[in-house]
């Protein structure tokens, strides 16, 4: 027997989605335009920044950016999980410090483990952008954004480490050899949540770790340079100054 909200061709509660998908592709193009982007040239930073701001409506807004790359009305990008579990409170920086050390100076890790380690609490960086990045764009700083991060000499030291160790990967990741993350499908990238299983088997939480990186780095430096820098929406890492219990007072002139 059917009850009264699924009489007729949409039920109530499938009406209710259908709009909420149709609303959540609107503000998606209108954040686009904002940036002065057509949906043609969405790129991994706009998907990035609209899902960290949009924690709630990730699920109607997928539906629309996975029909658009289906079409190719968009490139290829990589969509964060639709369902997220919230971890806990930030790492303290103490805990984070002692991780980055582990990684830089343990040779028993996995290389690959380590050099995701060092890009999420260094450059806080999520999983999904990470595989992204090729070796191109990985020199004496990363092409995360406007100007490009540095790569100090115990990063980058790793980072070559890593790249040199590709060679020896299987068939069919080396196929397309220029991601820095190569995944076990010719020509594409890793799987972010496989990044992420191989950075919690060395015990670091990517979430925690890059929350914490991204609230020490807005009190040490104005948050507009450090967006620019890290690829990050304005806004983002201005939310991020409020909620670290930071001010503009603090920064000096310049």
Not at 47 to 54: N, S
Not at 84 to 94: K, M, N
Not at 100 to 114: I, M, P, T, Y
Not at 118 to 146: F, K
């Amino acid at each position: 027997m059917r009850t009264k909200a699924e009489k007729g061709p949409l039920g109530r509660s499938q009406t209710n989605h259908t709009k909420q998908e149709a609303t959540q592709a609107g503000a998606f193009l209108a954040s686009l335009a904002r940036r002065g982007r057509a949906i043609g040239q969405c790129r991994q930073a706009d998907i990035d920044a609209w899902h960290t701001e949009h924690l709630a409506t990730r699920p109607p807004a997928q539906s629309f950016l996975r029909w658009c790359m289906k079409t190719g009305r968009t490139p290829r990008l990589t969509l964060p999980p639709a369902a997220i579990t919230q971890e806990s409170e930030p790492l303290h920086q103490h805990r984070r410090h002692a991780m980055l050390r582990q990684v830089l100076n343990d040779n028993s890790l996995a290389l690959r483990a380590r050099v995701a380690t060092a890009l999420v609490l260094l450059y806080t960086q999520p999983v999904s952008r990470n595989v992204r990045l090729t070796i191109d764009e990985v020199t004496v700083t990363v092409q995360l954004g406007d100007p490009p991060p540095p790569l100090p000499e115990p990063v980058a030291d790793l980072l070559r480490a890593h790249m040199q160790s590709r060679q020896y990967l299987p068939c069919a990741s080396s196929r397309n050899p220029r991601w820095l993350f190569p995944g076990r499908q010719p020509g594409q990238p890793m799987n972010p949540v496989s990044l992420q299983v191989h950075l919690r088997k060395i015990g670091v939480p990517p979430q925690r770790g890059r929350t914490s990186a991204i609230r020490q780095l807005v009190l040490q430096a104005t948050a507009p340079v450090i967006a620019k820098a890290l690829g990050y929406h304005d806004k983002t890492a201005a939310r991020l100054v409020t909620e670290a219990g930071g001010t503009w007072s603090r920064y000096g002139p310049g």
